[in-house]
C-alpha cells in the first residue's frame, strides 16, 4: 500500500500528490492507502502548522476547534469520496506526533465524523515513545487497526528523567535524545511483540506488518536481519502450495488462510474438508493437496507444525482430563493461539467454553458421540437415534451457541437429525460420521492413509494403505539394526574409512608426551 502525507498549510503539492496516490491505488487494485491526517495552521491567516498538545493557555481549544471543524473534517469528508470514487476502500492514518491524529481518542474521532473508511495504520512506535501503550490501543481499536508497521523505540531513561519524552533534537544523536527508533526488539523483547501480534490476531487483524528501518546506529541490511531474527517466531500467516481455486465468493485465496469470520461465511454455502493429523509432514501433505482445516493436538503442536500447515485453519484440542482447571484452558489456549493456532477444541465445561470465548479465544466444542464423556450416552456407538437423544444433541448445540463457541464436532450422529440441527445453528457444524448435512467432512489421517490398529470407525475411507508399507520398513529396520550388531560383534565394523587418520610423526610425538606424563604419576 503507498504512503502518503496529508496537507500542510500552503503546500498545496503535497495534498495533490495524496489525491494523485488514491488515483494510482485504485487503478492498480491497491485497496489500503496508508497516509497521515495533516496538520493545519492554528488560525485562518496563519502561514504554519500547529500541534496542540496541552490544554493551557485556554487559547488552544479554540486553536483545535479551528483545526477540526474548519480544517480537517472538511478536508477529509472530500478525501474519503475520492477514494471511494476511486475503489480505495481504507485510508490508514498513522498516529504520529505533529499531526491532528496521532493517538487513538483523535482517530477515533476522525472515523466517528467520516465513517469506516478511515482506520489506523498503527506504528507502536510513534505511541511508545509519546507514553501510550500499542497492544492497549489495539484492543481500543478493534476493527479500525487498517495496516501495521513493526517499529520499535528505545526509550533514554536517563535523558527522559531530565527532558521527559518530548524530544526535539537531532535524530542522529542517540546518546542525547530521550527516544530514537531502534531495530526490532531491542526496544521490546520478543516476548512484547509476540504479544502484539498475538493481541492483532484476537481483535481480527489478518493485514501485513510492514517493517520500516529507522535505527541510525545499524544498517539497513543488519536491520532486516535482526528484524527477520525477532519475528520468525511470532504468529504468522504462511503461504503454501495448493490445487485448489477458490472463488471470490468464498473470502479466502491461496495466499490467505481462512480466519474465524471467513469460516462462519462459508457456512451453507460448501463442505469443507477437515483432517485429524500427527506429524508436520501429514501437515504439510494436508495443505499442499488444498485441505480446508486440520484439528492437531496441543502436545504436538509446535511452529514446525504451523509452518508445515500452510493455509490449513488449524483447529488446536486441548486434551480433556490433563488440563482440568479454568486456569489450565486459558494458559493452553493461549499459548495455542500464540504458536499460530486459528482456534481450541475444548470439551470441557459450559463455564470453561464461555469464559474462553469471552476472551476472544475462538472454541469448537463436541456434541453427539464425544469421546471423552462417552460413558454418559452408552459408550462407543452412535447418539441421536431416538427423538429424546436427537433433542438432547440439540440442546446440547445451543447452549454451545449461547456460550459463545463458534463450532462443534458432530459424531456418529443420524445424517438427518444432523442436517435438521446443522440448519438451525450458527455453529460450523465438523460432520464425524454424521453425513453431509453439516459444514465439514473430518476423519482422521491415520485412517485415510490406512495405517489405523485396533477400531477402524464406520464413517472412516481408506485411501491408501499406509500399514503395509510401515510393516515393510519396520522389518527393515529390524534387519538393518541386527546387521549393525552383527557388524560390531565381529568387528566389521568400524572400517578404517569411519575412523579419523593421524600422521606417525604426529602420532609418535604424541606417545612419547603420553609416556613422559604417565611416568611422573
Not at 484439528?295 to 482430563?321: H, K
Request: charged share 25%.
Amino acid at each position: 500500500m503507498p504512503m502518503a502525507t496529508s496537507f500542510i498549510p500552503r503546500r498545496k503539492k503535497q495534498s495533490e500528490a495524496l489525491y494523485d496516490t488514491i488515483r494510482l491505488a485504485g487503478a492498480l487494485g491497491v485497496k489500503t492507502v496508508v497516509l497521515m491526517s495533516g496538520l493545519p495552521e492554528g488560525a485562518k491567516g496563519d502561514r504554519m502548522p500547529n500541534w496542540v498538545v496541552s490544554s493551557w493557555p485556554p487559547e488552544t481549544q479554540t486553536m483545535l476547534k479551528y483545526q477540526w471543524e474548519e480544517r480537517l473534517l472538511p478536508y477529509w469528508t472530500k478525501l474519503a469520496a475520492h477514494a471511494k470514487k476511486h475503489g480505495v476502500k481504507k485510508l490508514a492514518v498513522e498516529l504520529h506526533g505533529n499531526q491532528l491524529v496521532y493517538n487513538v481518542p483523535s482517530l477515533l474521532h476522525l472515523r466517528r465524523e467520516i465513517g469506516a473508511v478511515v482506520g489506523a495504520n498503527l506504528d507502536p512506535s510513534h505511541l511508545l515513545w509519546m507514553g501510550a501503550d500499542p497492544i492497549a490501543a489495539i484492543d481500543a481499536l478493534g476493527a479500525a487497526t487498517h495496516h501495521t508497521h513493526a517499529k520499535d523505540t528505545f526509550i533514554n531513561k536517563p535523558v527522559c528523567a531530565l527532558t521527559s519524552r518530548l524530544e526535539n533534537g537531532s535524530l542522529m544523536d542517540i546518546p542525547g535524545r530521550a527516544w530514537s527508533y531502534i531495530t526490532l526488539g531491542y526496544g521490546n523483547g520478543e516476548g512484547w511483540w509476540r504479544d502484539f501480534c498475538y493481541r492483532l490476531r484476537m481483535v481480527g487483524y489478518d493485514g501485513w506488518l510492514s517493517i520500516e528501518h529507522e535505527d541510525v546506529m545499524l544498517s539497513r541490511l543488519e536491520g532486516v536481519k535482526n528484524r527477520s531474527s525477532c519475528s520468525r517466531r511470532w504468529p504468522r500467516r504462511t503461504p503454501a502450495i495448493t490445487n485448489r481455486n477458490p472463488s471470490e465468493e468464498e473470502a479466502m485465496s491461496r495466499n490467505k488462510r481462512m480466519t474465524v469470520a471467513d469460516l462462519r461465511a462459508q457456512k451453507g454455502k460448501r463442505q469443507l474438508t477437515m483432517l485429524f493429523v500427527d506429524t508436520p509432514e501429514e501437515a504439510a501433505a494436508a495443505s499442499a493437496a488444498g485441505i480446508d482445516m486440520l484439528s492437531i493436538i496441543d502436545p504436538v503442536w509446535t511452529p514446525a507444525m504451523r509452518e508445515a500447515a500452510g493455509n490449513c485453519f488449524v483447529q488446536v484440542g486441548l486434551l480433556y482430563g490433563e488440563l482440568c482447571t479454568y486456569e489450565d484452558y486459558l494458559r493452553a489456549a493461549h499459548a495455542a493461539v500464540v504458536k499460530g493456532g486459528d482456534c481450541c477444541y475444548c470439551a470441557a465445561s459450559l463455564d470453561t467454553i464461555a469464559r474462553l470465548s469471552a476472551e476472544g479465544i475462538p472454541i469448537i466444542s463436541h456434541v453427539g458421540l464425544i469421546p471423552s464423556k462417552a460413558t454418559w450416552t452408552g459408550g462407543f456407538k452412535a447418539v441421536g437415534k431416538t427423538a429424546d437423544s436427537a433433542m438432547n444433541v440439540f440442546r446440547h448445540v445451543k447452549q454451545l451457541e449461547a456460550a459463545g463457541a463458534i463450532g462443534a464436532e458432530l459424531e456418529v450422529v443420524p445424517d438427518r437429525v444432523a442436517a435438521e440441527i446443522s440448519r438451525r445453528t450458527s455453529l460450523v457444524m465438523l460432520s464425524m460420521g454424521a453425513g453431509t448435512g453439516g459444514d465439514a467432512q473430518y476423519l482422521f489421517a491415520e485412517d485415510v492413509l490406512g495405517y489405523t490398529r485396533g477400531h477402524r470407525p464406520r464413517h472412516a475411507k481408506v485411501y491408501r494403505n499406509f500399514r503395509a508399507e510401515y510393516d515393510r520398513l519396520q522389518k527393515e529396520r529390524i534387519a538393518a539394526f541386527k546387521e549393525y550388531r552383527s557388524d560390531v560383534e565381529t568387528g566389521a565394523y568400524p572400517e578404517a574409512k569411519h575412523l579419523v587418520p593421524i600422521e606417525d610423526r604426529e602420532f609418535g610425538a604424541f606417545m612419547k608426551q603420553l609416556k613422559a606424563e604417565t611416568k611422573k604419576k
